[in-house]
């Protein structure tokens, strides 16, 4: 009896290994799968103003309403203004940041600079052909932003892109609407 444990167990050993690395290495391709960036992105076609409709907020953005971003294309980055206005103040504010590229990156795998020298991932998880929206995720899935060209979007595209962030794993039930 003690001799049938004993093979068991060493049996055991040498099995969980190959357990371990295959339960990792299944979990992580889902989890790239489910939020995978945008592979192709013509970065002059993407500059330009962008409305945010809704999103999951950062602590920095948690409070502004009527956001409008214009991305302007630059050597290896885009220069970003953005336009909002704070809960209860009437008054316009803004901020620059920069977006960064990455080489040998999928073109909307990047990271966003507000402050230097700090950076956030920022990813490019659905974008149309004709860019008339973008919708940004996070890595870890923290933030998500809708934007589109225009200061509103048909309801049935946008009910479909939430639900198409749902099933990705975003907590949809977090997004605030931008009020344009």
């Not at 444990?5 to 969980?16: D, E, K, P, Q, S």
């Not at 230097?116 to 933030?143: A, M, Q, T």
Request: net charge positive.
């Amino acid at each position: 009896m003690k001799l049938i444990n004993f093979r068991f167990f060493i049996l055991l050993v040498l099995l969980m290994p190959t357990l371990i690395f295959f339960s990792f290495k299944n979990n992580k391709s889902e989890r790239v799968l489910e939020n995978q960036a945008v592979a192709k992105i013509n970065f002059k076609n993407f500059q330009g103003t962008w409305y945010s409709l809704t999103s999951i907020p950062t602590a920095l953005d948690k409070k502004w309403r009527k956001t409008v971003e214009h991305y302007t294309l630059k050597e290896g980055h885009f220069d970003v203004f953005t336009t909002y206005y704070k809960i209860g103040n009437p008054e316009k504010k803004s901020i620059k940041s920069k977006l960064f590229f990455y080489e040998g990156r999928p073109n909307g795998e990047m990271k966003a600079q507000f402050l230097w020298p700090f950076k956030i991932g920022y990813r490019v998880i659905e974008l149309p052909d004709d860019y008339s929206y973008v919708v940004i995720g996070h890595p870890d899935k923290k933030y998500l932003f809708i934007m589109a060209r225009k200061p509103e979007m048909d309801k049935k595209l946008m009910n479909a892109i939430v639900d198409r962030c749902k099933q990705n794993g975003y907590e949809v039930d977090k997004l605030v609407s931008q009020e344009h």
